[in-house]
């Protein structure tokens, strides 16, 4: 089931500029183990074309929680991509964070877009 956050924007400078984001996912079965797809994109320069930054497929399992993080200092706009491979509960959450680490703003799981498909990252 592929879910987009859509283009977020981030402000160039001062207290709401974001640093990095981190995507937290929970597998809340007790048996299955499900396998997640993440595509991270830039929108940057005056076109704001999409850039890919990050991809990464992997594994977690059962009552396991995986965080991973991806710089977006340098984007205008963000965009996360997210597949999992799963009948269970999988429950999966975007933190905007700035240069502190602290949380600037929170996409939750139920605030993603469905989406067809993942983009395809040419290589």
Known sequence: ????????YNSPAGTS???RIQISCLNDSIIAAININLQIFHFIGSNFTRVPVGE???QVNPQQLVVQTFSVNAASYYEAQINFYSAVNT?????????????????????????????????
């Open 1 to 8: 089931m592929p879910y987009t956050t859509g283009a977020v």
């Open 17 to 19: 500029h974001i640093d």
């Open 56 to 58: 990464t497929l992997f």
């Open 91 to 123: 429950i999966i959450n975007v933190f905007a964070l700035d240069a502190a680490g602290n949380i600037i703003e929170q996409i939750l799981q139920h605030e993603l877009t469905y989406i067809d498909r993942l983009s395809i990252i040419n290589t």
